[in-house]
């Protein structure tokens, strides 16, 4: 990729230009050497959007949902961001395509961006790529980051831990509140919307599931309790419901400072991701290096212990320039 000029891109995608804002995601997807002086740019402009993460199992809605969201935040007036993050393939495509398609509504708004995102290829996984994308969103002045993860896995509960508020979708009849109490999605869930409400047994859901949310540990006066909302996405119905509610959870967050320690928390992880792929990146360089040979073979001869020759290695390579 040519080398872009990140100064005059922070400035167009600021200013709401689709395609500034494309190509500094895609400065992000492929990992480029120029990554850090955009991160370096958009810094000063991050921390605006509020973040909303969508998890739940395939087909339950999701991106449904997340495009009923889109309308109903832009019938508000707000600048929304789409980040369908896909981590078990390393290639956008697939379910994603048929999100495009599902998207399609919103293609020709300038106030959207719709991205995806295949994460599997990268080091480290989607770990340090997608909150990237989601700081490329928010400084390009969306007021609202929707995060969509497709497919199923631990990743689920990384990506909930990276949103401000964190969305669980389940449908009704497809013991769902069992599996999402095995995965351990009711901890991470703030707002649970059962969806395909227009099924049978979704009052069994919704019942089900607050039941089992609150078998949890007695709360505080004033604790967040998490709302269950139905609703039929596909005909936009009980949409307004679940943004109410995660309204409410925002204004909850900010005034109990819970979201300044969720973002504080979350740059942690940020920060600690990134570093650890850096060490992980030269470790791999050490790899038929002459340090790690000699260490090697002093270990096979019993010389050494593999700790303390684990420790040698680290303090070289922490102590090399990058
Ligand atoms: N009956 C009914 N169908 C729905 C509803 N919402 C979505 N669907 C349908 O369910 C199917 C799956 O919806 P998606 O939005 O693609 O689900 P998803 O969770 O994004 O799926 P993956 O990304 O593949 O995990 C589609 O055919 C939708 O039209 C609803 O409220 N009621
Ligand atoms: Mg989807």
């Known amino acids: 990729m040519a080398t872009a000029d990140v100064p005059e891109l922070v400035a167009a995608a600021r200013q709401g230009r689709p395609r500034a804002?494309?190509?500094?995601?895609?400065?992000?997807?492929?990992?480029?050497?120029?990554?850090?002086?955009?991160?370096?740019?958009l810094a000063p402009h991050t921390g605006n959007a509020h973040v909303i993460g969508l998890t739940g199992s395939?087909?339950?809605g999701?991106?449904?949902?997340?495009?009923?969201?889109?309308?109903?935040?832009?019938?508000?007036?707000?600048?929304?961001?789409?980040?369908?993050?896909?981590?078990?393939?390393?290639?956008?495509?697939?379910?994603?395509?048929?999100?495009?398609?599902?998207?399609?509504?919103?293609?020709?708004?300038?106030?959207?961006?719709?991205?995806?995102?295949?994460?599997?290829?990268?080091?480290?996984?989607?770990?340090?790529a997608a909150p990237q994308a989601v700081r490329v969103l928010d400084a390009a002045g969306c007021d609202v980051v929707l995060v969509e993860t497709v497919g199923v896995g631990q990743s689920?509960?990384?990506?909930?831990?990276?949103?401000?508020?964190s969305v669980v979708l389940l449908a009704p009849g497809m013991g769902d509140g069992i599996q999402a109490a095995k995965?351990?999605?009711?901890?991470?869930?703030?707002?649970f919307v059962v969806n395909k409400a227009d099924r049978d047994g979704a009052d069994a859901t919704v019942r089900e599931l607050n039941h089992m949310l609150g078998l949890g540990e007695a709360r505080a006066p004033g604790d967040w309790r998490p709302p269950v909302v139905r609703s039929v996405a596909a005909r936009g119905e009980g949409v307004e419901d679940v943004?109410?509610?995660?309204?409410?959870?925002?204004?909850?967050?900010?005034?109990?400072?819970?979201?300044?320690?969720?973002?504080r928390k979350r740059a942690g992880h940020e920060v600690e991701t990134i570093a650890v792929t850096a060490l992980?990146?030269?470790?791999g360089d050490l790899r038929g290096d002459r340090r790690l040979g000699a260490l090697a073979g002093r270990v096979a001869a019993g010389e050494l212990d593999p700790y303390a020759a684990a420790d040698?290695?680290?303090?070289g390579v922490t102590d090399a320039p990058p």
């Open 62 to 128: 999701k991106s449904t949902s997340t495009s009923a969201l889109v309308t109903a935040y832009r019938r508000a007036g707000k600048r929304v961001g789409v980040l369908a993050v896909d981590p078990s393939s390393p290639f956008s495509g697939g379910a994603l395509l048929g999100d495009r398609v599902r998207m399609g509504e919103h293609a020709s708004d300038p106030g959207v961006y719709i991205r995806s995102m295949a994460t599997r290829g990268h080091l480290g996984g989607l770990s340090w």
């Open 156 to 165: 689920e509960v990384e990506i909930a831990s990276q949103a401000d508020t």
């Open 58 to 60: 395939p087909g339950v």
């Open 183 to 191: 995965a351990g999605i009711l901890e991470i869930g703030d707002v």
């Open 280 to 283: 992980r990146e030269r470790i």
């Open 243 to 263: 943004v109410e509610a995660l309204e409410k959870h925002l204004a909850w967050m900010e005034e109990r400072g819970v979201l300044a320690e969720r973002r």
């Open 312 to 315: 040698e290695l680290v303090a």
């Open 21 to 41: 804002v494309a190509r500094l995601i895609s400065l992000v997807e492929g990992a480029s050497p120029q990554l850090r002086e955009v991160m370096a740019a």
